[in-house]
């Protein structure tokens, strides 16, 4: 996909609308290092915010409305009424976000003022990379600046979950909302998901991150990501707990005969992740390959054994980067799963052997079309 900069956007409005705008913003999507489906169970999670985003550029209007043009689907046109209430389309369009987004912050007491906003992103949807999320950050942050309204990064984070849980019908957690708003250049983010706090962890100066897109389309809502969070719940009620944050390993294991097999391996995928994440967050701030390469592969082993989110493409991409890796890439699938991308971690010397493997085994052995991403850990949308 090509790749857009404000400058550029900020000319597509003016083609567009006949006038300039009065300021573009961006937002980052992300990538997911390690903590998979443990958000929404208030656990640990390792994102970083990537070099790709979805920019607006926004002018004022005179009356209360948004005339919102999307770039992506050929200059699809969405016209809201600020004062009217948001109706969700049938199809899953990219519209559903950001009229969830307006309904949201209404609700949350923001008046709003009308605009025209034109929106251009370069990064891949259905790869699992946070597209929804950067649209929501970015839109947020146009809307409150075009009503001269302040708003703080976490506020945004939640405003952009309570769009996709209440109106596009994605019960998703916190994670891609608060990496595209927080997020560090050339850092990591460790975040606590039951209290939102959120630590830097640098990447190594002589690492790199490679994605893989492995072809393979995701689709959240489609996909069983729901179900997922209803059998962790239940995992938890079993044991008289709210979040799965609050019940330890060794009880979880102690209780192994008495659990359902499912819900016994959905929440030791999400209690071990936990551990996973945090032991990777040591090992990248303290630049221990060894013990990374090691977290990740049981990552990847614990969603494709325990939480079943991997497809039978993004096992053989992950095994085909972790051969030619021979012990110096951490590889794992990343994101909400079934489907999308596959994230490598090493040293920038590495990264090319990595590369060549997926060109010459990749689609030969799935018939699958991969595409290769290098990421940088980026500013988030309030930096
Ligand atoms: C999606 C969701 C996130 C998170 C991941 C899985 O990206 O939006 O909240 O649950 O899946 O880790």
């Not at 999307?70 to 990219?94: G, I, K, M, P, R």
């Not at 990591?188 to 893989?212: F, G, K, N, Q, T």
């Not at 489609?222 to 707990?241: L, T």
Request: with cysteine; charged share 20%; net charge negative.
């Amino acid at each position: 996909m090509k790749t857009l900069s404000s400058a550029r956007v900020s000319e597509l409005f003016e083609l567009h609308f006949g006038v300039a705008p009065v300021a573009t913003v961006k937002a980052p999507g992300r990538v997911n290092l390690i903590g998979e489906h443990t958000d929404y169970n208030g656990g640990f999670v390792l994102p970083a915010a990537i070099n790709y985003h979805t920019y607006i550029a926004f002018a004022p209007r005179d009356d209360r409305q948004l005339r919102l043009v999307a770039y992506n689907f050929d200059n699809e046109t969405v016209v809201s009424d600020l004062d009217a209430s948001q109706h969700q389309e049938a199809s899953a369009s990219w519209s559903n976000y950001a009229r969830g987004v307006v309904q949201e912050m209404r609700r949350q007491g923001f008046t709003l003022a009308g605009g025209d906003l034109y929106i251009a992103g370069d990064l891949h949807s259905g790869a699992g990379l946070s597209s929804s999320a950067s649209l929501e950050m970015a839109l947020v942050r146009a809307l409150a600046s075009l009503s001269n309204e302040p708003i703080d990064p976490t506020q945004a984070a939640l405003i952009g979950q309570a769009a996709e849980n209440h109106f596009v019908g994605c019960n998703c957690g916190i994670m891609d909302q608060l990496i595209s708003a927080h997020g560090q250049e050339h850092a990591a983010l460790l975040i606590d998901c039951r209290d939102l706090s959120a630590r830097a962890v640098p990447v190594p100066e002589d690492w790199e991150i490679l994605i893989v897109h492995s072809g393979v389309k995701r689709g959240l809502v489609d996909s069983e990501y729901n179900q997922r969070r209803q059998q962790c719940e239940q995992a938890a009620a079993f044991f008289g707990k709210t979040s799965l944050r609050d019940l330890g390993l060794i009880q979880l294991l102690a209780a192994e005969a008495e659990l359902d097999e499912l819900s016994f391996r959905r929440a030791r995928h999400v209690l071990t992740e936990n551990q996973r994440t945090l032991c990777a967050a040591e090992a990248l701030s303290t630049g221990n390959l060894v013990n990374l390469v090691k977290v990740m592969a049981e990552s990847h082993a614990s969603m494709r054994d325990d939480f079943n989110i991997t497809v039978p493409a993004i096992d053989t991409l992950v095994n085909i980067l972790a051969d030619a890796g021979q012990g110096q890439a951490g590889v794992r699938m990343t994101g909400g799963g079934f489907g999308g991308c596959v994230v490598a971690v090493a040293p920038v010397d590495v990264v090319p052997r990595l590369a060549a493997a997926v060109e010459e085994h990749y689609q030969a052995q799935t018939g699958c079309i991969p595409t290769l991403i290098r990421a940088k850990a980026s500013a988030g949308a309030f930096a």
